[in-house]
């Protein structure tokens, strides 16, 4: 049996515990070690007494991918990202942006719900996690929505489907992990997540706008603020964009020349902002301190993720299964574009089985190099590639549609994540109501995906603008 067979094996192993119920990390982390020993052993020709010498190379080869991927500069964007958005949550300025999205766009049919969607993706803006995002506005929106008299399975819906935004949205962890695995560069992969994740909560603004008008009963309007009233919401949201700014500045420095710091650099210092504006607005010691366990908690479950499933990518590589999948997809006889679609439809599925990480860094290896070489392979012009970019427009092109893919796992059943925490958050609303709920957002993500497939300048104007 060549490397290759066991690489098809052991990636069938792993998607049986998947399906069974084993969690990502753990389950790569056996099935990458499984496979290496079964690599090594493979050399030796099977021979029984070089089973402990197997076992040895393997688990000395595993042992070394835990601190040797985990400590990089880039990974310790993601657990500033993440605090920027519990401290930012403690001082309040989350309440305060729903409140001034409420004064300003309520009075549209499904006006709360619209508004849960725009402050969401304020919001996004300064958090790096769906999970936390979905967490914070399931106490802050669901409340007002019900008590304006809205369906409750749409309220819950809207709040996980908006919650996923924060995957799209810079400052992304998803992003920055997306970076790592097929090392291209951090900040423009953030940069070119704005325009993308703004497009996709114009859609869902959309969706629900065209839901209340159909079916009045969802969500009435709010109406009665003035406009006196609509500009004094402003200054209590001011805040969020100031943060956003000063990571932009900071990062990309707009006026031209290097930029000012690192991406970890910049993460760091909008942190260090919305700790002293929480401390101005009156967070105190016990705020903070859940501030910072909520931020450890959710970065050791995805550095876990990450370690886990690392592993099975170093066992990947010995049995070379992403140069086999690649040279496999480019000799098919159809359109790039159709091969292209067909992946995307594949990371669906999974999405119903994996929460959005680990699909990632499980299937990037292999695919990634497969789409490159769809376009063309490394290097190539943008004249003369299948999809019209260059290798690099190419993979933050890739990079934003797979992550947009992505935030499906966390809204699809049975495993969507961001449905079992407003769930979890609204013990009045079963996770089955959230799952109807966020069921026609679906269209919306299709939509969404349709249009930066057809106009990739939504991807990439803003990182072409480093260029």
């Known amino acids: 049996m060549d490397n290759l067979e066991i690489g098809l094996w052991v990636s069938g192993f792993l998607l049986l515990l998947v399906l069974i119920g084993v969690r990502v990390a753990f389950a790569a982390a056996l099935a990458g070690v499984v496979g290496l020993i079964w690599v090594f052993w493979a050399r030796k020709g099977y021979a029984p007494d070089e089973f402990g010498w197997a076992l040895e190379v393997a688990v000395k080869t595993a042992g070394q991918v835990p601190h040797s991927k985990i400590a990089s500069q880039a990974l310790s ?14 001082a309040g300025l989350t309440k305060a942006l729903f409140e001034a999205a409420k004064r ?41 929505m019900l008590a304006e008299g809205y369906d409750r399975r749409f309220a ?11 995957s799209l949205i810079p400052p992304s962890a998803i992003l920055v992990i997306y970076a790592i695995i097929v090392e291209q560069d951090v900040g423009r992969l953030l940069l070119a997540g704005f325009l993308p994740g703004a497009f996709s909560a114009v859609i869902y603004g959309g969706l629900v706008v065209g839901m209340a008008l159909v079916w009045k009963s969802l969500g009435p309007p709010v109406s009665g603020f003035t406009w006196t009233e609509r500009f004094a919401a402003l200054p209590g949201a ?12 900071f990062i990309y420095n707009p006026f031209g020349g290097d930029a000012w710091g690192t991406p970890t650099e910049g993460g760091a210092l909008g942190a260090f902002v919305v700790f002293l504006i929480a401390l101005y607005k009156g967070m105190r010691w016990p705020q903070l301190k859940d501030a910072l366990l909520e931020t450890a908690k959710l970065t050791v479950m995805i550095f876990t993720i990450i370690w886990g499933v690392l592993i099975y990518v170093r066992f990947l590589g010995f049995a070379d299964l992403p140069g086999a999948f690649s040279d496999w997809i480019t000799s098919l006889d159809q359109s ?26 499980l299937t990037l290896p292999v695919v990634y190099p497969a789409v ?22 190419c993979a933050i092109w890739f990079g934003i549609i797979v992550v947009k893919m992505a935030e499906l796992c966390l809204i699809t059943p049975p495993i969507g994540l961001n449905c079992f925490v407003v769930a979890g958050v609204r013990p009045d609303i079963s996770v089955q109501d959230v799952f109807r709920g966020v069921a026609p957002f679906f269209v919306a993500d299709a939509l969404t995906i349709a249009g930066l497939i057809a106009f990739p300048s939504i991807v990439l104007f803003l990182p072409n603008l480093l260029l």
């Open 77 to 90: 964007l993601i657990p500033t990202f993440i605090l920027i958005g519990y401290l930012a949550y403690y």
């Open 104 to 144: 300003w766009v309520g009075w549209l049919p499904g006006g709360l719900a619209v508004s849960t969607v725009f402050a969401t993706a304020g919001f996004a803006a300064v958090s790096g996690a769906s999970v936390a995002t979905s967490a914070v506005f399931a106490r802050i929106a669901i409340p007002e």
């Open 156 to 166: 819950a819906g809207v709040v996980a489907a908006a919650g996923t935004l924060a």
């Open 238 to 249: 001011f805040p969020i964009f100031f943060v956003v700014a000063i990571i932009i500045f």
């Open 336 to 361: 790039p574009l159709l091969t292209l679609i067909l992946i995307l439809c594949a990371y669906a599925v999974l999405g119903m089985f994996m929460d959005a990480i680990g699909m990632l860094l």
């Open 372 to 393: 490159i070489a769809l376009n063309g392979g490394v290097g190539i012009e943008a004249a003369d590639s299948a999809f019209g970019m260059t290798s690099t427009g």
